[in-house]
């Protein structure tokens, strides 16, 4: 199922874009942060539950779309301003920082579980 939602994102993403580079560079960033949340984990006592496969479902969505934006605006950046990829994507992560941020902690702090 992991392998048919990968391959569904793709396709969706590469119809938006008209690209093929383009949805692997957002798809690119997921493995790290699947790894980087269950190594996170490791030191925690509990067993891995299920509560804590939708933190990750989570976080891999919250990572997919913060990709998507920042791609959006730097293309923006290279069509509409002519600039060169790098200085699009620098100026993409500068500017779209504060909302990236907002989102991420507003959906953060909403799956947040109180006792």
């Given amino acids: 199922m992991i392998a048919a939602a990968l391959i569904t994102v793709y396709l969706v993403l590469g119809v938006l874009y008209e690209s093929y580079i383009h949805p692997l560079t957002i798809l690119s960033a997921l493995p790290s942060a699947g790894v980087g949340a269950l190594v996170a984990l490791i030191p925690l006592p509990q067993r891995f539950q299920r509560d804590r496969l939708i933190g990750i479902v989570l976080l891999i969505g919250i990572v997919k779309k913060n990709a998507i934006m920042m791609i959006d605006f730097a293309l923006a950046a290279e069509r509409k301003e002519g600039m ?26 909403g799956a947040v579980r109180w006792p």
């Fill in 84 to 109: 060169k990829p790098e200085d699009a994507i620098y100026q993409a992560c500068i500017l779209r920082f504060r909302p990236i941020m907002m989102t991420t902690m507003a959906a953060l702090l």
